[in-house]
């Protein structure tokens, strides 16, 4: 399965972003899809996580309240929507998915990742 993930850019704090991840493949609809995101100097860390059918979704602590995982299996993509935004946000945010349908929030349990888009939160 290859990865496409667009909807990066700069916001004032406080704003919203909509991330997508579409999918170049049918079998997206029968994997869960992960996102995580990589902040300047620090690891790579679990954002928010999706089953396969959409009806079971996890989100880290730090973001939970604020953002939202969905997906479209129709159109093969996943969406995070990005809400009350905050400097610490700022990251390369990356869309992956995970050969079997329940969530995960362990990166080496993702076998299908995309090339990141960048998102930048000005205070």
């Known amino acids: 399965v290859q990865l496409q993930a667009s909807g990066g850019g700069l916001v004032q704090a406080g704003g919203s972003l909509r991330l997508s991840c579409a999918a170049s493949?049918?079998?997206?609809?029968?994997?869960?899809v992960g996102w995580f995101r990589q902040a300047p100097g620090r690891e790579r860390e679990f954002v928010a996580a999706?089953?396969?059918?959409?009806?079971?979704?996890y989100y880290a602590d730090t973001v939970r309240g604020r953002f939202t995982v969905s997906r479209v299996n129709a159109n093969n993509t996943a969406y995070l929507q990005t809400n009350n935004l905050k400097p610490e946000d700022t990251a390369v945010y990356y869309c992956?998915?995970?050969?079997?349908?329940?969530?995960?929030?362990?990166?080496?349990?993702?076998?299908?990742w995309g090339q990141g888009t960048l998102v930048t939160v000005s205070s």
């Open positions: 493949e049918r079998t997206f609809s029968s994997v869960a």
């Open positions: 992956a998915a995970r050969n079997a349908p329940g969530i995960s929030t362990i990166q080496h349990e993702y076998s299908y």
């Open positions: 999706i089953s396969w059918s959409g009806n079971r979704a």
